[in-house]
């Protein structure tokens, strides 16, 4: 894939890739801070949060990542694991499933199509592994502009929740 900075190479994340996948999730926030959202992810910085780091290097090291680079520099990552995190109220899939637990991407490099890119690699990363299904849970306020992402690289809504206040939904996509 290629972007006005260079190709888009997505390659195995590891615990390394910590700082810079919560320098993300951290210009995430005030991104959507700045736009009015303060309900999707609060208005800490996602580093400051109580376990929030402790969260990110987990997700590097006992799931399965991958980052985005452009230039050698990360502008995304995308965290894969094998069912929904036991936190939010969501039940297994029935079937041998891959879920989307983290998918970031660099505010800097928007509209480049780096979620994109990555949510084909997890497709094309479920599919290699024999399995047939691939499911991401996400905040579906807002007017539901993440939820229309997520149905535009070939997702389907099948099922809404509330965590808390948080409103949430289930989305699923068949790779197989």
């Known amino acids: 894939m290629n972007d006005t900075t260079g190709t888009i190479r997505i390659r195995p994340g590891n615990p390394h890739d910590a700082p810079a996948v919560l320098d993300m999730l951290d210009a995430a926030v005030v991104w959507m801070n700045d736009r009015g959202n303060t309900e999707q992810w609060g208005t800490i910085p996602y580093s400051r949060r109580s376990g929030g780091v402790a969260r990110v290097e987990g997700y590097l090291s006992e799931n399965v990542p991958f980052v985005a680079e452009s230039d050698g520099a990360p502008v995304g990552a995308l965290v894969l694991d094998s069912g929904p995190s036991p936190q939010m109220p969501i039940a297994p899939a029935g079937e041998p499933e891959r879920y989307v637990r983290l998918l970031i991407s660099d505010r800097r490099h928007a509209g480049r199509g780096i979620g994109a890119a990555l949510l084909l690699h997890a497709a094309e990363e479920t599919r290699r592994a024999g399995v047939e299904l691939l499911r ?10 993440l ?30």
């Not at 991401?136 to 007017?143: F, H, L, P």
């Not at 997702?155 to 809404?160: D, G, H, Q, R």
């Open 147 to 176: 939820v229309a992402f997520y149905e535009r690289n070939g997702f389907t809504p099948t099922e809404s929740f509330l965590h808390g206040e948080w409103p949430g939904q289930v989305l699923a996509r068949r790779v197989g």
């Open 136 to 145: 991401v849970d996400c905040w579906a306020g807002g007017g539901g502009e």
